[in-house]
């Protein structure tokens, strides 16, 4: 019996090119829609969000990393710091207050191989979500960078995908739980809202 993971390989990349395959990978990966679940956050759950189809960037960039690894380009996991008082979204008014007691937290991307050159790739923020003003990457091309997510505050570590477990391990930390509760009921009466206007 397929995995989930092998399945939606071969769906996502069956009949393309190489370019159309890391494309189309990318696409289906960034519109998992965005949500903070910490469990998914490490080594051993990420292929999870395959079937939860919610997760953010973490596992979102450890599975787009195992299928361009599968893919046969090769893949780092780029960390950065970042501070959530500094991201220019309209938050709403208790979530915003949030944000400026939070301690620095880690976004995580990737740089591919691709072209002879690492190129940053963000699939973290779903298409749904650019209304309200989150970078959203809509038509990346397969071969250029991508926009980051979001706005470093320091500067990029990058470690090689066997090194996740140890770096996923250090970007869940427990003060961020209620943020990240309040945010996803926050993004998930967004979607609602959008969908019943459409």
Same mark, same amino acid.
């Given at each position: 019996?397929?995995?989930?993971? =092998? ?6 990349? !069956?009949?393309? @090119?190489?370019?159309?395959? %890391? ?5 289906? &990966?960034? =519109?998992?829609?965005?949500?903070? &679940?910490?469990?998914? +956050? ?7 969000? *395959? @079937? ?11 599975? *787009? ?5 599968? #893919?046969?380009?090769?893949? *780092? ?5 970042? %501070?959530?008082? =500094? ?14 007691? #939070?301690? =620095? ?13 690492? /190129?940053?790739?963000?699939?973290? /923020? ?5 209304? #309200? +003003? ?7 091309? +397969? /071969? +250029?960078?991508?926009?980051? !997510?979001?706005?470093?505050?320091? %500067?990029?570590? *990058? ?25 996803? !009921? ?13």
């Amino acid at each position: 019996m397929q995995s989930v993971f =092998d399945q939606r390989f071969y769906e996502w990349t !069956a009949g393309k @090119n190489p370019v159309e395959a %890391r494309i189309n990978i990318y696409q289906k &990966i960034r =519109d998992i829609p965005y949500a903070v &679940i910490p469990e998914l +956050g490490n080594a051993d759950n990420y292929i999870e969000i *395959l @079937n939860v189809e919610r997760g953010s960037c973490t596992p979102k960039h450890l599975l *787009l990393a195992s299928m361009f690894e599968r #893919l046969g380009v090769m893949v *780092l996991l780029a960390v950065y710091p970042f %501070r959530w008082s =500094d991201v220019a979204i309209d938050f709403p008014p208790e979530i915003r207050a949030i944000t400026d007691t #939070l301690p =620095d937290d880690h976004h995580m991307a990737c740089k591919a191989e691709i072209g002879g050159r690492l /190129v940053l790739v963000d699939a973290t /923020v779903d298409a749904t979500l650019e209304s #309200l +003003g989150f970078p959203v990457n809509t038509n990346w091309d +397969g /071969v +250029g960078d991508t926009v980051l !997510a979001v706005e470093p505050s320091g %500067r990029e570590q *990058l470690f090689h995908p066997s090194e996740a477990r140890d770096i996923a391990r250090v970007m869940i930390d427990d003060t961020h739980l209620e943020f990240f509760a309040q945010i996803n !009921a926050w993004l998930d009466e967004v979607r609602k809202d959008s969908s019943s206007a459409a």
